[in-house]
């Protein structure tokens, strides 16, 4: 391992004034460097997983299928149309 892994790496941080004093605060409370604590919180969240967890979406298991009177044939017919006549305009 090089020696700046070993030693870290220094970068910016931009922390609006209240954040920053309270985790100095809670740094100081836990008799630890500020460093220490950004280090924690940023592996805390690394460690956080990903994936949100599904969610099952309900299936209807109603039998049927057109009402009375709609005829799918026709209708499928005048979404073709419509679909031909957008492409022209």
């Keep these: 391992m090089s020696p700046s892994h070993i030693a870290g790496m220094r970068t910016t941080v931009r922390l609006r004034g209240e954040l ?16 220490a604590l950004i280090e924690d919180a ?9 994936t949100r967890k599904r969610i099952k979406i309900p299936v ?8 009375p009177g709609v005829d799918l044939i026709k209708t499928n017919l005048l979404e073709d149309e419509l679909e031909l006549s957008r492409r022209k305009s």
Excluded at 60 to 67: D, E, H, I, Q
């Design 60 to 67: 209807s298991k109603a039998s049927g299928g057109a009402l």
């Design 20 to 35: 920053l004093e309270l985790a100095k605060r809670k740094a100081a409370e836990q008799g630890r460097s500020l460093t």
């Design 42 to 50: 940023v592996r805390h969240e690394l460690a956080r997983p990903t």
